[in-house]
Nanobody
Framework: VQLQASGGGLVQPGGSLRLSCEASGRFVRATLKAWYRQAPGKERELVAE???????NYGVAVMGRATIARDSATNRLYLQMNSLEPDDTAVYYC???????????????WGKGTLVTVSS
C-alpha cells in the first residue's frame, strides 16, 4: 500500500496550490482523511482533516485559506491552499486509515510528503 502525495513546488507569496494524494496497492478499504505538514525544525502539525462524520477541521494557521476534499471513489484526497505565505513552507503529508484485508485491523498510513516552498 502506498500513499503518493503530489502537487508541491515553488510558489510566490499570495499564490495558490492544489495538493493531491492517492492510495494505491492492495487493500479493501482506504479512508484518506487528513493533511499534515512539517516545517524545518518544527513538529508535524495538522493542516486539515475530514472527520468520521464528514465534517472538516482546519489548523488555525490555515483557516480560511485551505479547503480539504475527498473523492472516495478514486481513493484521492485534495488540499487547496490559497493566499500562501512563507510560513506555509513545509513538507505536506497525507494521512489515511487503510484496511488491507477483511478481518484485519485498520492501519494508519502516511504518504512520503510533497514539498511546498513559498518564496519570492
Amino acid at each position: 500500500v502506498q500513499l503518493q502525495a503530489s502537487g508541491g513546488g515553488l510558489v510566490q507569496p499570495g499564490g495558490s496550490l492544489r495538493l493531491s494524494c492517492e492510495a494505491s496497492g492492495r487493500f479493501v478499504r482506504a479512508t484518506l482523511k487528513a493533511w499534515y505538514r512539517q516545517a524545518p525544525g518544527k513538529e508535524r502539525e495538522l493542516v486539515a482533516e475530514i472527520t468520521s462524520g464528514g465534517g472538516t477541521n482546519y489548523g488555525v494557521a490555515v483557516m480560511g485559506r485551505a479547503t480539504i476534499a475527498r473523492d472516495s471513489a478514486t481513493n484521492r484526497l485534495y488540499l487547496q491552499m490559497n493566499s500562501l505565505e512563507p510560513d506555509d513552507t513545509a513538507v505536506y503529508y497525507c494521512n489515511a486509515e487503510i484496511r488491507t484485508r477483511w478481518g484485519r485491523d485498520v492501519e494508519n498510513y502516511w504518504g512520503k510528503g510533497t514539498l511546498v516552498t513559498v518564496s519570492s
